[in-house]
């Protein structure tokens, strides 16, 4: 079936571009959970399987643009499938596994990461430097070389679908930004206290921090920074894990607007302190 090929680039960039949207939004949502599935991935997928199946009775009007499809347009999406797909299994690490584990796991990503660099470092050289010479025995689904990759990110490659080296495209993408990720410590998932051992352990309630973590927002990197970003700060300072914050601070948003409990009591807690301070300074200069 063959369409107009830059409305089926159109379409398709459009999908990326609503995904990246409702993917920030669910970022800003989500919290682990192994007993359902990620909601990204589902997302993804949701946009994904329909093309595929669209694409295994595409026909491209030129092999200009069916390169241009698969080199440049198609690999964003499945990017986004393996960036998620990765940092979900990562989540899903760093919530059932011990401090040891959750470092051995992080470690052997990385070193896939670094093997795959390292297997496809003239391909890494090609895209970097937006090369186009072989940009026919790459990008064609007739091309020889397509029919030699089997097996990429444990999808089965056909090529009816698309070129294997599409999917590799994909992966430098997705792997370039979990490298540096996991190599700066930025990462949304990263382990509390992964990069820096802190003894301090959270003795007041979750809900208390969680109400602390959002009225102090406006004051951290000048109120740019993501909640959920302060929240894994605070998770890894204070050895603990706050689970889903978002609904408890949808419960405290429900309150009337004049409780907020935990930041009232450091307010009352800080006058007492300030006080008894006040008197002690008194008494030792002689005063009863």
Known sequence: MALNNDLMVAETREKYEQLLSELAILDEQHTPDINGPDQRLLLISAVLEPL??????????????????????????????????????????????????????????????????????????????????????????????????????GMIVDPRICPGFSIKMAM???????????????????????????????????????????????????GITPVKEIVHGFEGLFNTNLGNYPRVHQEILSRKKSESYFLNQLVNDQQKKMEEDENERLRGRGFK
């Open 52 to 153: 595929k199946h669209e694409l295994t009775e595409y026909i491209f009007d030129s092999d200009e643009n069916e390169i241009r499809f698969f080199k440049e347009t198609l690999p964003d999406i499945l990017s986004l499938f393996i960036y998620y797909t990765e940092k979900s299994a990562l989540e899903t690490s760093e919530l059932i596994g011990t401090r040891k584990s959750r470092a051995e796991y992080r470690s052997r990503l990385m070193k896939r990461i670094d093997d795959f660099s390292t297997e496809n470092a003239g391909l890494y050289d090609y895209y970097s430097l937006r090369k186009t010479n072989f940009d026919s025995y790459y990008f064609l689904r007739s091309s020889p070389l397509n029919r030699e990759l089997g097996v990429l990110f």
């Open 172 to 222: 430098i993408s997705a792997y370039r930004k979990l490298d540096g990720e996991l190599n700066e410590n930025l990462n949304d998932y990263k382990s509390p206290g992964s990069s820096v051992v802190s003894n301090l352990r959270w003795t007041g309630t979750k809900r208390d921090l969680t109400e602390l973590v959002y009225a102090l927002k406006k004051y951290v990197n000048n």
